[in-house]
């Protein structure tokens, strides 16, 4: 806490901040104004709310204090980065970018909000480094409803994978060392999204639906196809770890994708491909 108070101009929000952290840091079951307020000693959750609500800050200024802080304590050059989206339920329509859609937490359609995250693993340690608020068109285009949630005028429509690039962009101009990315099918889909990590020289990972279109030797053929086309011999049963049946495994199969001017950067690409369930144990 100490490498953030320089961005609380006053002490009293410092220490509600430092109250706030802890709070979010403890086995409390369930995290809000109230439940915060009482683990920090408040008889009301006034000072809670007056913290989020009013007081005056700069958070991005703040996760760059905390990038830089967590360069030296979990950076290493084996490090990954991991781009994700998040939903948050909600019942009203005031929340910033709240809407009905879909949210991976829940599984389906909900009112909720989206946020893309993106976090940090390394040998040394798995953080959070940074995030995103989706802002979907509707609200994009309504001026009135974006003031009264307080989103800046000057904020435009922005797609999940573009969030992501800017996130993955400002680590790597910090300096985080990365050797590779990784993110699902969201991301893995966008071409926009994989020629920006080609251009960075940057490894990567990425999960892509089955009819998307890979480039071969004899043109583009849907992801599928080419599993389907896949020999016997070369599916390789793989575990995916255990879980609450037992192990969880699937056959695993790896075609080599022609070079997009990657392999001057030691850069190659592959396609691997696995069917869509798993074997539930181990034959």
Known sequence: MAGLAARFGRVEPRRQARSYLLGLLSPLADKNGWTLAEAAGDRTPDKMQRLLNAARGDADAVRDDLREYLTGQVGDPDGVLIVDETGFVKKGRK?????RQYSGTVGRVENCQLGVFLAYASPRGRVLLDRELYLPRSWCDDLPRRREAGIADEVRFATKPALGLRMLARTLDAGMPVKWVTADEA????????GWLQQRRLGYVLAGPSNQKIPTEHGSARADALAAAAPALAWKRRSCGDVVKGPRVYDWAVASLPDTGTAEHGHRRWLSSRPATAHSTRR
């Open 95 to 99: 929340s910033a970018g709240v809407q």
């Open 187 to 194: 991301y893995g889909k966008d071409a926009k999204f994989r």
